[in-house]
């Protein structure tokens, strides 16, 4: 198998497509799709997202230092796409999605109802790094639907039907091919009755 050499770009995937609600839920308020977001950090829990300043919502968030990143399910890819390539500028993507508003605990900024899990996040810094400027934030909050809890309290977010964006296409996520230490952990044996 040989090797072509692709000039430099941004290859890697698959990625999260969030829904970033931003703005203020009693007023002006907007939905749009990043798929440039990531964990960065565990103690504080920190993340970031990726917007470019034409982006409608970017003053939002520039301007009120908050915004809240929605995970999105299948039942969601819809409005994932349509919010990723319509503008707030000309349309209600809340409306126009059949999408609900539902209150924060730490931010202005609505939650999306439909979303399995809310992180709410403060704005610490902010990148000028190019084409996208980078809102490194701090998790303030996060908001798990209750469907997905068991009575241990257990959270099955991976039963939520949670999608990927790889290369210019969703995807939902497959089979299980094993689960965090795995590869290291001891197979238990199987125990003999002695007679």
Request: positive net charge; proline residues 4%.
């Amino acid at each position: 198998m040989a090797k072509i050499n692709f000039k430099p770009g941004n290859m890697l995937y698959p990625l999260p497509a969030v829904l970033i609600s931003c703005g203020d839920i009693s007023g002006e308020s907007n939905l749009f799709t990043v798929a440039w977001a990531g964990t960065i950090c565990t103690n504080p829990p920190m993340v970031s997202i990726s917007v470019k300043p034409e982006r409608y919502s970017y003053h939002m968030i520039r301007e009120s230092g908050e915004f809240v990143i929605n995970l999105t399910t299948e039942r969601l890819i819809r409005a994932a796409d349509f919010c990723g390539v319509r503008s707030g500028r000309d349309i209600d993507k809340w409306q126009e999605c059949r999408l609900t508003k539902a209150a924060a605990d730490t931010v202005k900024c609505p939650l999306l109802a439909e979303s399995p899990v809310n992180i709410e996040c403060h704005v610490t810094e902010t990148k000028e790094l190019g084409s996208h400027h980078m809102f490194l934030a701090e998790v303030t909050a996060v908001h798990a639907d209750d469907s997905f809890i068991d009575e241990k309290n257990t959270f099955h977010l991976n039963e939520s039907g949670l999608i990927a964006y790889s290369h210019g296409t969703y995807f939902s996520l497959g089979k299980s091919l094993g689960t965090f230490g795995y590869s290291i952990r001891k197979k238990k044996q199987k125990k003999t009755n002695r007679r």
